[in-house]
């Protein structure tokens, strides 16, 4: 039996007139997994995490990291139609992936990219169609 | 003036939400556009501002309605928006040049309004 998984996307902004608060972009896919893995502290080497989601079918990735670091999604040569294979996370700091070209094969996750910055962790979740 | 900008992303294995990220400027302008039902076309919205002082802008409006710059300022051209979803854009790399005016285009049954809100240094 088809099971339709849901990633719900909602964005806020407070300003000093008041809040702007959407009503949320849902993402559905019936493949969805998630994973949570080291940071290593700035100076570590990357870990190699094994990860693939398909580029056709795809429909939503979410990154956050609780320290700054660079994650690779090996294969990957377009992000949100940026050529480029990396995400960028500063701490704490959602990206949402909605658009990608190439197959991820593997994820490389880069170690604290602030001197002398902590060890720490990074989520992913991912939706697709598979 | 401070901008706090906060995503919430809710998956079947919990909710991923970060704390938000905060943009800070000398001058924050706020825009409640009246979009009359039916057709428009280009028609113009006065709202201005430098390149270089940019920080942050976000569009949301409660019917579609794409926002243009009357001089292409946007690096991604025009922005459509979905009814109630909003748009940020925020940093240098989201302009190519400075906002002099804003567009807006639309053609609905229904009459809404188009909620713009702008955080930049007039003199950075």
């Known amino acids: 039996m088809f099971s339709a998984f849901t990633f719900t996307y909602t964005q806020t902004l407070q300003t000093p007139a008041g809040s702007l608060q959407d009503s949320g972009q849902v993402f559905t896919g019936d493949t969805c997994h998630a994973g949570r893995w080291v940071v290593n502290a700035n100076g570590g080497g990357a870990n190699a995490i094994v990860e693939a989601f398909p580029a056709t079918g795809f429909q939503a990735a979410v990154l956050i990291a609780d320290v700054p670091c660079v994650v690779t999604l090996t294969g990957a040569t ?20 909605t658009a990608l070209t190439g197959a991820v094969t593997a994820i490389s996750v880069g ?20 | 003036m401070n901008f706090t900008y906060t995503q919430t992303c809710r998956t079947p294995f919990g909710t991923l939400q970060d704390s938000g990220k905060v943009y800070t400027a000398e001058t924050a302008s706020v825009t409640d556009q009246a979009l009359t039902a039916g057709a428009h076309v280009a028609e113009v919205i006065a709202v201005a501002c430098a390149e270089t002082g940019f920080q942050c802008l976000a569009l949301m409006s409660d019917v579609p309605v794409v926002v243009g710059a009357f001089d292409a300022a946007f690096t991604d051209g025009p922005q459509t928006l979905v009814a109630n979803q909003m748009v940020f854009l925020a940093g240098a790399a989201a302009l190519a040049s400075d906002i002099t005016n804003l567009t807006f285009t639309c053609n609905n049954a229904g009459a809404g309004t188009l909620k713009i809100r702008l955080l930049y240094d007039p003199t950075p």
Do not use: F, K
């Not at chain 1, 377009?78 to 992936?97: C, P, R, W, Y």
């Not at chain 1, 604290?112 to 169609?129: D, H, K, M, Q, W």
């Open chain 1, 78 to 97: 377009a992000i949100n139609g940026v050529a480029t294979a990396d995400v960028t996370l500063a701490a704490n700091v959602e990206q949402v992936v």
């Open chain 1, 111 to 130: 170690a604290n990219t602030t001197g002398a910055g902590p060890a720490g962790l990074v989520n992913l979740a991912v939706l697709y169609n598979s």
